[in-house]
């Protein structure tokens, strides 16, 4: 059974930084490519970033980029998300999740979704 347990959240100022992690178990993580999402109450929950397999290609939305950088440890089966310049806007839950093909972009190529660690960004 896949299970993906997400930390690191919580309660900064605008400007600080997070990193945000997620430990993957019951799988080949190597196998994968993995994807982070956050979501706001109300609002569907939006893409953020992605890398492949082997950590060669990664992915992210026009609103993180440059500030958002995705990263995988295949031998800890462990991915990360380093956030800096946080916004007020960058609040949310945020997910870890398991890619399982086609476009990184959308929400529907994934599956075994954690549950979700909150970062607060406070102006």
């Known amino acids: 059974q896949v299970q993906l347990l997400e930390s690191g959240g919580g309660l900064v100022q605008a400007g600080d930084s997070l990193r945000l992690s997620c430990a993957a178990s019951?799988?080949?993580?190597?196998?994968?490519?993995m994807g982070w999402f956050r979501q706001v109450p109300g609002k569907e929950r939006e893409f953020v970033a992605a890398?492949?397999?082997?950590?060669?290609?990664?992915y992210y939305a026009a609103s993180v980029k440059g500030r958002f950088t995705i990263s995988r440890d295949n031998a800890k089966s462990m991915v990360y998300l380093q956030m800096i310049s946080l916004k007020p806007a960058d609040t949310a839950v945020y997910y870890c999740?398991?890619?399982?093909?086609?476009?990184?972009?959308?929400?529907?190529?994934?599956?075994?979704w954690g549950q979700g660690t909150q970062v607060t960004v406070s102006s």
């Open positions: 019951g799988l080949t993580f190597g196998s994968y490519a």
């Open positions: 999740a398991l890619h399982v093909g086609g476009n990184y972009f959308d929400r529907r190529t994934y599956t075994s």
């Open positions: 890398i492949t397999e082997g950590g060669s290609g990664t």
